[in-house]
């Protein structure tokens, strides 16, 4: 693996600078009505690509700018380059069509851009989505092409329950689920979805004590960066209060 990098990289001009871009996606899902899609790219030398999508309307920074502090650490730690956006409601459309189609646009354009982005050309993707991202998530994760693993925080049916459903059942790679014990809004259906995933390569499931559905509280954002590597990068001991990085108060 190592050798293959190193001949990708060799002689590519190649940014690590993070940069706002403009893509084009189709809110429809129908490939005739496009529009713009605003992206944060993360660039890293890599051969992975991390997908970051927040729950429903949530912006593309998230609170507290957590979303560009989480991308952030997961290039720090080398777990890979990172592309983020938005979840916007977009009037007109039923938002369970434009969650998974933002998903398309944006894992789509990851791959098509993969060597500006992380300097090689055929990466694997990283999916990590917050309640109705996480969603699009489960709806789309076999679909979508080289995606390795998934990690889904609070995941909800926002995407329609019934593709998120049938996407869990077909997904055959490494299947993460973290839930906290008191989320008052999709209850016990993370692990109901977790116990759905019967084709994954590999899963696990953390319920994390003293967490809502927002992972308000400085001791649960720790949590959830620490999930990132915990699913990403095999980093032992989640959760530990101690480790992660401070997001929100």
Sequence with gaps: MFDRLKTAFRGKRFDPSPRDETWRWDPSGEGVHERDLFVVVHPAQSSKIVIMLPGWDGAIDGYEQKYVKLANYLVEQGVGAVVRSGNPAIPGHPFETTCKAILRGVAGGALARAEAICGYPSPQLLLVGWSAGASAIAALAPELPR????????????????????????????????????????????QRLFALAVGARSKRLEVLPDCDHQFRGAHNGRLMSQALLWAFA???????????????D
């Design 147 to 190: 995606v390795e693993r998934a990690l889904l925080m609070a995941p909800s049916g926002d995407a329609g329950e019934e593709t998120v459903i049938s996407g869990l059942n077909r997904f055959q790679g490494d299947l993460f689920v973290v839930v906290g014990a008191n989320d008052e809004v999709v209850l016990d259906l993370p």
């Design 234 to 248: 095999d980093a032992p001991g989640f959760p530990d209060p101690e480790a992660g990085i401070h997001l929100y």
